[in-house]
């Protein structure tokens, strides 16, 4: 049986046929765009009109996300943005300590004696006074461990009880440890060397906001945005994880294509490369195997981001690598030869050289031009570095998000005024790489929504409502590529996805008005209505 859907208008990112008004399915795949009786040919047609009113997208991609970003949310939200929650439940955002302090301290109250109470989503930045510190938090309790994860994940702080439990002291020797003017350990620690005896004694594993409720509430946070095939860009993907995410998209009901990104940084770099490759095989409809993650640096607003000269502008500079520089490019070596597709966590633009420079090694030594390895948010990265990517093969994925939820950040205290109206850089990206890539949220960093992703690419409006540079700015017709074909481009899933085009998998996003039509400062305001997966409707 051929279905065929009815839209006021359907965009379909396919320059062969830009625009329709029917799209016909049939076994999940499309076989027909253009009028009423486009599916006059392929048997007996069902007509679906419920979407007669509405305009249909392709099904939108996030291409960099994370599975927590339904795991987070057992945690206390303790954010500056009011966020909303897998369940529809929005939490208001938090703008002073006393605020954070009895947010926690109610979780406390309702924790068994001992026991961890742990928050997410801060960051000091958005608060008056002194940095987030064991001062404040022995305030919640100094009965329990109590630790914060900042917003970007990056940092964390703790209080005096959480650093005893972990044995970190006046005596400890671990990079990322911050001190007061005493020399002693003020309750924050950056990157993962100093987070990881804090978040082991609070319980807290990335793994675990992985399970399996987990992926299911990050499929439904998927559909509630658009979205029809996320990616999760850090998943250890170990045989019992690797049976579970089998298991959870091999469900019926499960709204999503589901691309996990393997992490290739704790084994022997050839070890790695050859468990990615074994997992190809396991590979599904709905479940996309054989990636692999790298990181560089940490986060800008953390000051741990590696940036080249003049480096930071009103906040201390603690760039750190999260990889040791000769296993990166180990690692990048092994990976490039054995043909995985590699993504590379790149904030800075020092840290976007030593990616580009590891690639210009590692072509050298196998050539293989098409593995479309990308740089992942190259936030600071300049179009003279854009234009080695792409002689090298490699794409990139922007983080279009960070220009409004971190913009005046940026302008007031991390790159300044000058790089911050170049950050983010759509429209070099455009210019370099014509469509191909891609620009996301980074969830649960930021809400995954990749229309306002669009909004941000398109107006560059910070939450204060500046606009970081109009230089930058892309089309709302460029923006909507970036999070369909564009990002299909970039997961190299754009002969099956991005489009809605036949012979591609019937994934739509259906949406209450025409995105194109309106003004690009209302793009924000075009909603998701209904999402379908392989041509049935999952919302």
Known sequence: MTTVFRASKIITMDRNRPEATHVAVKNGLIVAVGDADCGDGWGEVTRDDRFADRVILPGLVEAHAHVMAGGVWRYAYCGHYTRTDPDGRDWPGLDTYDALIDRLTAVAKDTAAGEPVVGWGFDPNFVEGRRLDRGHLDQVSTDHPVVVLHSNFHLLSCNGLAMERAGITRDSNIQGVIRDGDGNPNGEMQE???????????GVKFSDLSDADALRAYGKVARNCGVTTVADLLSDLHDQELAMVERVTGEDGFPARYVPIMNAMVDDPEREAARAVAMRSRSTDKLHLGRAKLFTDGAIQGGTAMLKAPGYFAIEDHGIWNMEVDHFRAAVKALHKAGVKTHIHTNGDAASELAISAYEAAMLDSPNPDLRHTLEHVQLAGIDQFKRMRALGL????????????????????VGPDRAARMDACADAAEVFGGDFAIHSDAPVTPMAPLFTAWCAVN???????????????SVAQALYCITMGAAYVLKMDD???????????????????????????????????TVLGGEVTA
Not at 192 to 202: C, E, L
Not at 460 to 474: A, H, V, W
Request: hydrophobic share 40%; aromatic share 8%; net charge neutral.
């Open 460 to 474: 560059r409006l910070t939450e204060k409502g500046r606009q970081l540079g109009t230089s930058q700015q892309i």
């Open 192 to 202: 993962f060397a100093a987070m990881g005896p804090v978040m082991d004694v609070a």
């Open 496 to 530: 099956q996805i991005g489009s809605i085009q036949c012979g591609k998998r019937a994934d739509f996003c259906v949406v209450d008005r025409d995105p194109l039509a309106v003004d690009p400062v209302a793009l924000r305001d075009v909603q998701p209505v209904a």
């Open 395 to 414: 794409t990139v994925n922007l983080f279009g998000n960070h220009l409004h939820y971190f913009g005046d950040l940026h302008w007031a205290k991390t």
